[in-house]
């Protein structure tokens, strides 16, 4: 079982920033990738930013220069962060933290593509 939970959405005027924040727990031997993506009403979910275990990282065109993001992975941490800066009126969706964690279910080892509830952006005048 693992489970991974948001916080540090909420709302922000334009210019504004935020810091994201999803802490990964459970039976955990071993996450890989950790993302954030976000969904905007009617259209469809889209990457944000990506983190490899190694910390390279990936962005959005729209994002980059203005968002980080960045993990730990000390032990029982294992948490990402999306620093999010200059943000605009478009930065507005839900969104969704996800990590490709390797665990062992109690039979066998397996890799689960996790989601979190996500959480809610708004920027705003």
């Known amino acids: 079982q693992v489970q991974l939970v948001e916080s540090g959405g909420g709302l922000v005027q334009p210019g504004g920033s935020l810091r994201l924040s999803c802490a990964a727990s459970?039976?955990?031997?071993?996450?890989?990738?950790m993302g954030w993506y976000r969904q905007a009403p009617g259209k469809q979910r889209e990457l944000v930013a990506a983190?490899?275990?190694?910390?390279?990282?990936?962005?959005a065109d729209s994002v980059k220069g203005r968002f980080t993001i960045s993990r730990d992975n000390t032990k029982n941490k294992n948490t990402v962060y999306l620093q999010m800066n200059s943000l605009k009126p478009e930065d507005t969706a839900v969104y969704y933290c996800?990590?490709?964690?390797?665990?062992?279910?109690?039979?066998?080892?397996?890799?689960?593509?996790?989601w979190g509830q996500g959480t809610q952006v708004t920027v705003s005048s």
């Open positions: 996800n990590a490709d964690i390797f665990t062992f279910t109690g039979t066998y080892y397996r890799s689960i593509d996790s």
């Open positions: 983190i490899t275990s190694g910390e390279s990282t990936n962005y």
């Open positions: 459970g039976s955990i031997l071993r996450i890989n990738v």
